[in-house]
T-cell receptor, first 110, second 114 residues
Framework: KNEVEQSPQNLTAQEGEFITINCSYS?????LHWLQQHPGGGIVSLFM???GKKKHGRLIATINIQEKHSSLHITASHPRDSAVYIC????????????FGSGTQLTVLP | DSGVTQTPKHLITATGQRVTLRCSPR?????VYWYQQSLDQGLQFLIQ???????AKGNILERFSAQQFPDLHSELNLSSLELGDSALYFC?????????????FGPGTRLTVL
C-alpha cells in the first residue's frame, strides 16, 4: 500500500464546476505539498501546509492532521486548470524526503 | 519561470553509457533536490544537497551520484545506464535545508535510454 494515496485518478469536469481532489496518507507528517504538473511536464508548487486551510485565487487546500487527509479544491474551474495534480507528504521525524501520490489527471472541458 | 534551470532539456543515449544532468538553483537558494519521474514509479525523491553537503538520501541507485558545487549548482551523474532509467529528472531548490520549505522546480531533463 502506497503511503500517499490520491483520488480520483482521473477527473473530467465542465468549465465552471467545483472540483475536489483528495489525498490520504498513512504516516505522521510535518507538511503536505500540492503540486501541479502541466502537459508539457513542468511542475509548479501550489501549496505547502501543515494545518488548516490555505487559499490562492481559485485554489483552496485543506488538511486534517487527525484524519490524515488533505483536499485540493478548485472553484469555477477553467480549461487552463487541466493538468496533473500531485500531493506529496513530508514525514515527521528524521526523514526529510517527500513521498508522492500517483497524481490526479484533471481535464476541464469548455 | 521558477528561476531554476536544468540542462540539457532532452538527452538520448544508449545502455551502458554515462550522462551528467545539471541544475542551477534559484538565486539565494541553498538546497537542491533531485527527483526522478518514470511512467511506472511516478515521482520519487533521489537526493538533497544543502550548501554543498548531502542532506538527505532517497531511492537513489548506487549507479547514480550527485554533488553540489561551491557556486551551488548541482550535477546528477547516471552511469551504466539501463532502459529503466528512462525518465524525467527534475531538480528543485529551496532556501533552507529542511524539506518543509517550499520547493521550486526546474523544467526537467527528459532522459531516453535506447
Amino acid at each position: 500500500k502506497n503511503e500517499v494515496e490520491q483520488s480520483p485518478q482521473n477527473l473530467t469536469a465542465q468549465e465552471g464546476e467545483f472540483i475536489t481532489i483528495n489525498c490520504s496518507y498513512s504516516v505522521g507528517i510535518s507538511a503536505l505539498h500540492w503540486l501541479q504538473q502541466h502537459p508539457g511536464g513542468g511542475i509548479v508548487s501550489l501549496f505547502m501546509l501543515s494545518s488548516g486551510k490555505k487559499k490562492h485565487g481559485r485554489l483552496i487546500a485543506t488538511i486534517n492532521i487527525q484524519e490524515k487527509h488533505s483536499s485540493l479544491h478548485i472553484t469555477a474551474s477553467h480549461p487552463r486548470d487541466s493538468a496533473v495534480y500531485i500531493c506529496a507528504a513530508l514525514a515527521s521525524g528524521s526523514a526529510r524526503q517527500l513521498t508522492f501520490g500517483s497524481g490526479t489527471q484533471l481535464t476541464v472541458l469548455p | 519561470d521558477s528561476g531554476v534551470t536544468q540542462t540539457p532539456k532532452h538527452l538520448i543515449t544508449a545502455t551502458g553509457q554515462r550522462v551528467t544532468l545539471r541544475c542551477s538553483p534559484r538565486s539565494g537558494d541553498l538546497s537542491v533536490y533531485w527527483y526522478q519521474q518514470s511512467l511506472d514509479q511516478g515521482l520519487q525523491f533521489l537526493i538533497q544537497y544543502y550548501n554543498g553537503e548531502e542532506r538527505a538520501k532517497g531511492n537513489i541507485l548506487e549507479r547514480f551520484s550527485a554533488q553540489q558545487f561551491p557556486d551551488l549548482h548541482s550535477e546528477l551523474n547516471l552511469s551504466s545506464l539501463e532502459l529503466g532509467d528512462s525518465a524525467l529528472y527534475f531538480c528543485a531548490s529551496s532556501v533552507g535545508g529542511g524539506t518543509g520549505n517550499e520547493q521550486f522546480f526546474g523544467p526537467g531533463t527528459r532522459l531516453t535510454v535506447l
